[in-house]
């Protein structure tokens, strides 16, 4: 520890002003405060005493809540290859494992190279410090896009949201829309053919260094409610697999174990609103429930059962991880309750009655971020009402 | 974390619910807050400290107020005679706290006044007033003006020195404070009930006064007060804040003004209507991780902290942070510096700036208190307490939990977008959000808990003081 701190101290002066390498402070920055709490202390004024959390400990937390559901992912993106190709009974579990991480890997160093190389160059440009916002945006990324995305158009969707989505705004905290999920609609509305097209997107096709298999001829493997929107009487896969998460699907979103051990720390840890995340249940299932009693029986997404348009899709995930961004959600408590409703009430009806989108979760969040400000709004005016009245009532 | 201070026992518990029932039915409980359980509480006993040599009144403790000294250095003065007034109230005197020479008046930049300095000659020769003529709220607050009392009124909107020329609604004085490691006032108040009472029932020719007193306090002399409403707060900090009890009381309206008082502040009143004389001693906690034997200490305003903490520090070889006030609304204090006019105890924490801490953001860190569940001070008992240092343990960042703030501020106020607003620079929007209501210290605790580490104290005492100018 003492050799580091001695090497920090003594490389310090080259990124001060007027150092030599005082272009990238930032980056400087960024690899102190990672390596050691910073031990400013607070001015005259301030508070002299903090409570120990800070945004790095909050963005690392939620990163490590998305661990299980990529690397249930990488184990899924293997399993779907060797069940394309025929070979499952001839794949390990390491082996489908270590193809799936082949597979993700590019996609994880893409997204956080491009998102952080353009957060220090802004972080330096404003002269301030590092945002840790981007290290969440950077791992849900990857875990939202189909498998076969291109390196190449991931590089651009990421560059595009972060510069677009947040930077613009100020930053972390200043953003009105979800960073991960801009890239994706960046993505969904660019490359329509990429993202779900004719259904070759979710499995991954061919062999990386010798591990997986090659699929013999391009293998069509549609998303359980792709499925239902094509028309099919039912889907293909039980519930259990869809439980589980052994579907196909974007790289993180098919389990809903996985997600449930991501929630349970977020939870835990208090760093997502339960309010949020309830809501956002409860809205789904409601909506559910009122199109299977309502709609006719043509309509086959509408009569699937409530709580499997719960468990398909990335309806756990966007509800656990993607709803519950604060910095997007609504951030009034009465507020939260009344997003997180429309987000379930959006996505599922966004599936059920419009056949050309499948899914509905990326398009609610999106929209609701949006209106989220307005809900507060909403909130905050009754009290500020309540002020007024006083004073006009004295 | 939760935590009492003392654990109330079953008598003490009945003999409140009978004092209730007794005499009064205001009981506010407060869910929102957070008691911050630091170490080195200061125990209930009182120990003797070496006199000053030096006494010193600052300017900056009476915010808001532009201060025009009188006296010059080599004059002679006795307590209760003003070193400065208030330049736009000249009848606003702000008198010295012991007899003795002034022996400098520091200025700083721009000439601004620092401090005035009085040697003191031990004599504690003190200016007599006559104190019985007063009849009215006018002549009240002459007496208290002529006195230098006066200066420890605050008013809010603001939060700084009151004006003698305003008619407040009310006066709110809080009969405790539950900020971490801050001062005992039912300890102190023992065997000077008689003159907090006296003091209070001055206050009451002036405006109709509301005492705030704890469910922890037991004492008659604050549940029975006479002349004052009197209303209990049960829950966790900062129902101890006077701004949060006039909120839950009476709300300020915009163009309402209330003054507010420190509870040891009514017991000086109480002595110079009693023996006519300015007598500006407090029993202060000294207390902090860092002390030796954290206890109460007899000493006068203005006295020298180094005094104050002479041989009771622990030895350290790492920096020691000294604060006049507690860690959360007190003011970071040089070695040399002074005890603040407002401020009823001084502590001594780590500084903290010489300590480096590997991988924070993963490491488990059990030492460090949290309220969340990130770090495992949820594992440790309620009573458990903590060394903190003065580190900010962070960096800055745009606001991005929401509802951090709420959790700690038991006002109707949206602390946050009040923030926000402040920042932008929204007056209207100030207004509207209840800014009239509050002061830096009610966002102490939200400071405490902030995850993105904005100095709200300070966003907030800026944003009033751009308020009142505008207002002017």
Known sequence: ?394 | MCVCEKSVTFAQFLQNTIFYFIYMANVIKLRKGLDVNLKGKASLETVTVKASEKYALLPDSFTGMKPKVVVKEGDAVKAGDALFVDKAHPEVKFVSPVSGTVALVERGDRRKVLSVQVAADGKNEAVTLDTKGVKDAKSAVDLLCEAGLFAFFRQRPYDVTANPDDQPKAIFVSAFSDMPLAQDFEYVLKGQEADFQAGLSLLAKIAKVHLGVSVKQSAPALLTAKDAEVTVFDGPAPAGNVGVQINHISPINKGEVVWTMGAEEVIFIGRLLRTGKVDLTRTIAVAGSEVKAPKYAKVIVGAQVSDILAGNLLPSDKHQRWISGNPLTGIKIKQTGWLGAHHTEVTVIPEGDDEYEMLGWIMPRFKEFSTSRSYFSWLRPKKAEYTLDARIKGGERHMIMSGEYDRVFPMDIYAGYLVKAIIAGDIDRQEALGIYEVAPEDFALAEFVDSSKLELQRIVREGLDILRKENM
Not at chain 1, 17 to 26: D, I, N, P, V, Y
Not at chain 1, 126 to 154: A, D, R, Y
Not at chain 1, 271 to 299: H, R
Request: proline residues 4%; hydrophobic residues 50%.
């Open chain 1, 1 to 394: 520890m003492n050799a580091l701190r001695k090497y920090f101290d003594k490389i310090k002066p080259n990124f001060e002003e007027g150092g030599k390498l005082h272009a990238f402070r930032s980056l400087y920055d960024g690899f102190e405060t990672f390596a050691f709490v910073p031990s400013t202390t607070g001015r005259v004024g301030s508070v002299s005493v903090h409570d120990a959390i800070d945004s790095k400990r909050i963005m690392s937390l939620v990163v490590i809540a998305l661990v299980p559901a990529l690397l249930f992912g990488m184990y899924n993106v293997g399993y779907q290859n060797a069940l394309a190709a025929g070979q499952l009974e001839n794949a390990t579990f390491w082996g489908m494992f270590f193809y799936g991480f082949l597979a993700v890997l590019p996609k994880l160093i893409v997204s956080y190279v491009v998102g952080l190389g353009i957060e220090f160059t802004v972080a330096q440009w404003k002269n301030e410090e590092i945002q840790e916002g981007f290290l969440v945006s950077g791992i849900i990324i990857p875990m939202i896009v189909p498998v076969n995305t291109p390196l190449w158009m991931l590089a651009i969707a990421v560059a595009f949201a972060v510069i677009f989505a947040k930077e613009i705004f100020g930053g972390t905290g200043m953003n009105i829309l979800n960073v991960a999920l801009v890239t994706r609609a960046f993505l969904f509305f660019s490359y329509p053919s990429s993202m779900t097209g004719d259904d070759t997107v979710w499995v991954a096709q061919s062999a990386i260094c010798g591990l997986g298999f090659d699929v013999p001829e391009a293998f069509s493997a549609a998303t359980p409610l792709g499925e239902l929107a094509q028309g099919a009487a039912a889907t293909t896969t039980s519930l259990c697999d869809q439980i589980v998460g052994l579907i196909p699907g974007s790289i993180g979103e098919t389990s809903v174990i996985a997600i449930a051990l991501g929630a349970c720390l977020l939870l835990w840890t208090g760093v997502a609103s339960w309010k949020t995340m309830l809501s956002v249940f409860v809205g789904g299932a409601l909506t559910a429930m009122l199109f299977d009693a309502t709609l006719a029986p043509e309509n086959v997404g509408a009569h699937i059962p409530w709580y499997q348009h719960l468990v398909l899709g990335g309806f756990c995930f966007g509800a656990v991880f993607m709803a519950t961004d604060p910095v997007t959600s609504a951030r009034t408590e009465g507020g939260k309750w009344i997003y997180g409703f429309l987000i379930g009430f959006i996505a599922v009806t966004v599936r059920v009655l419009n056949p050309g989108y499948p899914e509905g979760m990326m398009l609610a969040i999106l929209l609701m971020n949006v209106f989220a400000p307005l809900i507060d709004y909403c909130f905050v005016s009754a009290n500020i009402s309540k002020r007024q009245k006083r004073l006009t009532n004295k």
